[in-house]
Nanobody, 124 residues
Framework: QVQLVESGGGSVQAGGSLRLSCAAS????????MGWFRQAPGKGREGVAV????????YYGDSVTGRFTISQDNAKNTVYLQMNNLKPEDTAMYYC?????????????????WGQGTQVSVSA
């Protein structure tokens, strides 16, 4: 089993920045994909950013490319999401997720470990 704990959400004004953290514990050696997904009220879960932990290859959703950056600290089993130039449409619950292998990195159905989520709210 793998446990994921997110932190770093909050409320900011448009144009501001936030940094999310996701700490993994348990059988982390089995994890090759870690990433962030988000879900706004009334919408489906959307892939935001994912990192392939063995070599650091990253994947980003079209709506966040150029504004968000995912990174990892292997020594701490932690993944970070730096979010810059936030927009009101980025408002959502952000979830950390992990998997051993996936067919498509940004598709949430491939992930079997999930955190509880952290709220990000961006005001105009």
């Amino acid at each position: 089993q793998v446990q994921l704990v997110e932190s770093g959400g909050g409320s900011v004004q448009a144009g501001g920045s936030l940094r999310l953290s996701c700490a993994a514990s348990g059988y982390t050696y089995s994890i090759h994909y870690m990433g962030w997904f988000r879900q706004a009220p009334g919408k489906g879960r959307e892939g935001v950013a994912v990192i392939y932990t063995p070599d650091g290859i990253t994947y980003y959703g079209d709506s966040v490319t150029g504004r968000f950056t995912i990174s990892q600290d292997n020594a701490k089993n932690t993944v970070y999401l730096q979010m810059n130039n936030l927009k009101p449409e980025d408002t959502a619950m952000y979830y950390c997720a992990a998997a051993t292998r996936v067919l498509r990195a940004l598709v949430p159905e491939g992930y079997h470990y999930w955190g509880q989520g952290t709220q990000v709210s961006v005001s105009a």
